[in-house]
T-cell receptor
């Protein structure tokens, strides 16, 4: 059974650009959550999608957005990139219930220059 | 955003020693998960806990869901060099919409 796949693994962008990251969850999992990880802030929750609907949202500006497709694959987009957006972006896949496990992908390392 | 209070933040131990870390919250949680993360990689799930008082083992790792539902503990017995990494606790609660909330992590260093 394939794990959670995130693409790309590494990305370098310039301030002001936008970026789209992709996450393919484990087959059968309908929930995809996104996290930003930085050394100073730890793992911060961005949003969760379940069956193509945003179910939870963290405290990030509107420049951060996401969506989920009918096959449960998810994308997140960051517009007007800032230097502070440099981070490891992780997605987690789960069945979606409160008493369920969550499995992470390897992450996308975004560097904004 | 809300984070769980995880302690200690770092540990330096000798190979063969046992390790204990914990995670606490001011509110109750319905699920506790423990992860290990290596540099540049995503967190890997170690143990999942679903019931208050539950004690679950995975090899040399043992975790417990606190009876108050506000804390969880992870123990590693007879540590080895490959235990090095950052350990995170994470919890889900109905009153948080079920999203997974993380502790700040415990960085473990093991001296051979």
């Amino acid at each position: 059974k394939a794990g959670v796949t995130q693409t790309p693994r590494y990305l370098i962008k310039t301030r002001g650009q936008q970026v789209t990251l992709s996450c393919s969850p484990i087959s059968g999992h309908r929930s995809v959550s996104w996290y930003q990880q930085t050394p100073g802030q730890g793992l911060q929750f961005l949003f969760e999608y379940f069956s193509e609907t945003q179910r939870n949202k963290g405290n990030f500006p509107g420049r951060f957005s996401g969506r989920q497709f009918s096959n449960s694959r998810s994308e997140m987009n960051v517009s007007t990139l800032e230097l502070g957006d440099s981070a490891l972006y992780l997605c987690a896949s789960s069945l979606g219930g409160i008493n369920t496990e969550a499995f992470f992908g390897q992450g996308t390392r975004l560097t904004v220059v | 955003g809300q984070q769980l209070n995880q302690n200690p933040q770092s540990m330096f131990i000798q190979e063969g020693e046992d390790v204990s870390m914990n995670c606490t919250s001011s509110s109750i949680f319905n699920t506790w998960l423990w992860y290990k993360q290596d540099p540049g990689e995503g967190p890997v799930l170690l143990i999942a806990l679903y019931k208050a008082g539950e004690l679950t083992s995975n090899g040399r790792l043992t975790a417990q869901f606190g009876i108050t539902r506000k804390d969880s503990f992870l123990n590693i017995s007879a540590s080895i060099p490959s235990d090095v990494g950052i350990y995170f606790c994470a919890g889900r609660a109905y009153n948080q919409g079920g999203k997974l909330i993380f502790g700040q992590g415990t960085e473990l260093s093991v001296k051979p």
